[in-house]
């Protein structure tokens, strides 16, 4: 025990939208984009109503080799472009190092959906690619 009690060292909080629900019919967009790109990724940014996911914004597509998901660093700076998804052909909805550089870089929601694409296949992260819980609705 000091003079000075106890120490607060938390950092404070970006100041960041806070997204907490994605809409049932976007999960459907999700799934049937991320289908009809396989084996191949599917990416897009995700644009907020306020706390709910409700669309997809398309990646502008590059001439050559680029991947979809190497794409999503050409996402358009738009208040409300949260984040990302993207599709990983090889079934876990996990993070890879790319990833988790994208999603400090870009927005504060994050989706990754494995295959086959169905509910249950995703899951969503944020900035810190810490598992984060969104309310279907
Ligand atoms: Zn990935």
């Known amino acids: 025990m000091g003079l000075f009690g106890k120490r607060n060292k938390e950092p404070a909080p970006p100041p960041r939208r806070k997204v907490t629900k994605v809409s049932r019919n976007l999960l459907e967009l999700i799934y049937q984009a991320s289908r009809s790109q396989h084996p191949h ?18 990646v502008p597509t590059q001439s050559g080799r680029v991947s ?3 794409q999503l660093w050409t996402l358009p700076i738009d208040r409300s472009v949260v984040g990302t998804v993207h599709s990983h ?49």
């Open 41 to 58: 990724e599917f990416a897009a940014g995700l644009r907020a109503e306020g706390d709910t996911l409700t669309e997809i914004v398309v």
């Open 89 to 137: 052909p090889s079934g876990l909805p996990l993070p890879s190092d790319a990833d988790k550089q994208l999603f400090r870089t870009f927005g504060h929601t994050h989706i990754i959906i494995g295959e086959p694409y169905a509910p249950g296949t995703w899951r969503s992260y944020d900035f810190d690619a810490r598992p984060i819980p969104l309310d279907i609705v």
């Open 68 to 70: 979809a998901h190497m």
